[in-house]
């Protein structure tokens, strides 16, 4: 497994970064796709691997797939021949769940096995099932697989018990081809949701309100061929955001959409930061001293739970003492033991984090618990003292682009090792 080590203390992050497509759109187009028997054309693409384990299991499924450049892939679904999706590669990423909606919507069956992904704490698929079920699917899980059965589907009334950025995914793309109207209540408004409403409308469906808490999706016939740019990654941007205020540096991001990434830039200019908001670019100053914060985290539009690790971090160098509540998973702070192993003060009780702040951070080695996690410690060992080194980056190179190339060209010292 390959490790990262991180020299610490090195000079202020400075410089331009180019912020890659959004990875959480990307892992519900691409199972999108499947739902047009008719080519399609997806830009802008992250190259990662997770899109690489996606694009493996589509075509392991008869679809046909080229590149037409690193990040612009052309999916012929036409071949699309078998709906059981082989467990060896799904294991590997969370999202392969999308499957399930992609292959009921457009053949009327799924045999998907229950995702691996990050360790976040349980991380059940009940709403996936519940709202499949509501439109009249036949759902067994058995042996760690999820087997759907849904030839005859019917559009229905479902409304989440919790809000689920993947249960609302899974609903819309077994929804746009199913007769009659769905309507998803207590939906999910995440960008990436409505990025893949644009897709599927780019191919003839018609789902509308995406972007608000109700959308309303009509079942069309067929679905024929569209070309779609994916949305920059607000996850990403936030990432370099946090970097560039926790080292004290001038950073400028480009590519991204300012009004996705409105609750960082809000947290940031709390904690003292100076951050201008261009059209699609933004800069963060780290010019001061962060002052000591709270952060909920909530969904969309509220602070994303993805970059509360990150955040964590910044606020172990604020004056003061500052409060995280985590709102959206059960177990999102496994990375804090790991965190005090390089000096952080954190206490956390149950879904909240009390972080104190003027911590000197030190070097240490430490274990990338899933790629937020991971991408939290890239930003610890640039302002601890000493050398850190990051083992199991094969999890953040799941989710984060040439994420060494990017932090070196700013200006961080990095060095994979084995
Ligand atoms: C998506 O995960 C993202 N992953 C996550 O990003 C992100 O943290 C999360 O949304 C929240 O924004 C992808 O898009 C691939 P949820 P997802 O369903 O869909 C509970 C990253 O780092 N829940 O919105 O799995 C669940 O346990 C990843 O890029 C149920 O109880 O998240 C959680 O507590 C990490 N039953 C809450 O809802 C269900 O059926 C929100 O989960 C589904 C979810």
């Not at 187009?29 to 992250?46: K, T």
Request: hydrophobic share 45%; with cysteine.
């Amino acid at each position: 497994m390959p490790r990262l080590l991180v020299r610490g203390k090195s000079q202020p992050l400075n410089g331009t970064v180019k912020i890659s497509g959004a990875k959480n759109a990307a892992v519900a187009i691409i199972p999108a796709a499947l739902l047009a028997a008719a080519p399609v054309r997806i830009e802008n693409l992250p190259e990662i691997n997770d899109i690489r384990i996606l694009v493996e299991i589509i075509e392991e499924l008869g679809v046909q797939v080229s590149w037409e450049s690193p990040s612009t892939l052309l999916i012929d679904a036409s071949t699309l021949r078998k709906v059981q999706a082989p467990y060896e590669l799904v294991k590997k990423m969370r999202a392969s769940y999308y499957l399930i909606g992609a292959l009921v919507g457009r053949l009327g069956c799924a045999e998907v096995p229950i995702p691996g992904g990050c360790d976040l704490g349980p991380r059940p698929i009940d709403q996936h099932i519940k709202g499949l079920a509501s439109m009249g699917a036949k759902i067994v899980v058995e042996h760690g697989l999820v087997k759907v059965e849904g030839k005859r589907l019917q559009g229905a009334n479902i409304y989440l018990d919790i809000v689920s950025v993947g249960a609302t995914i899974n609903i819309m793309l077994a929804a746009v081809r199913t007769s009659g109207k769905t309507v998803i209540e207590n939906a999910a408004k995440e960008p990436e949701i409505v990025d893949l409403a644009n897709f599927l409308n780019a191919m003839g469906a018609h789902v509308r309100g995406a972007g608000t808490d109700v959308i309303k999706v009509t079942g069309v016939d067929e679905l024929r061929s569209a070309t779609h740019c994916v949305i920059p990654d607000r996850i990403e941007s936030g990432t370099y955001m946090i970097a560039a205020a926790a080292s004290g540096g001038n950073v400028m991001l480009s590519d991204v959409i300012p009004k996705h990434l409105e609750p960082v830039t809000a947290k940031l200019r709390e904690m003292g930061m100076t951050v201008d908001v261009f059209d699609d670019q933004i800069r963060v100053i780290g010019n001061c001293e962060p002052r000591a914060v709270n952060i909920k985290t909530f969904p969309y539009p509220g602070f994303p739970t993805d970059l509360q690790p990150l955040a964590m971090v910044l606020l172990t160098q604020a004056k003061g003492s500052s409060v995280i509540s985590e709102n959206v998973f059960e177990g999102r702070f496994k990375h804090v033991d790991e965190l005090k192993r390089m000096g952080a003060c954190v206490k956390v009780e149950g879904r909240t984090a009390i972080v104190t702040g003027c911590r000197r951070l030190s070097g240490a080695p430490v274990s990338a618990t899933d790629l937020r996690a991971g991408a939290s410690f890239i930003i610890a060992g640039l302002i601890a003292q000493g050398e850190t080194v990051i083992s199991q980056m094969d999890h953040i190179y799941r989710g984060y682009e040439k994420i060494c190339e990017k932090f070196s060209a700013l200006g961080a010292e990095l060095e994979e090792i084995d």
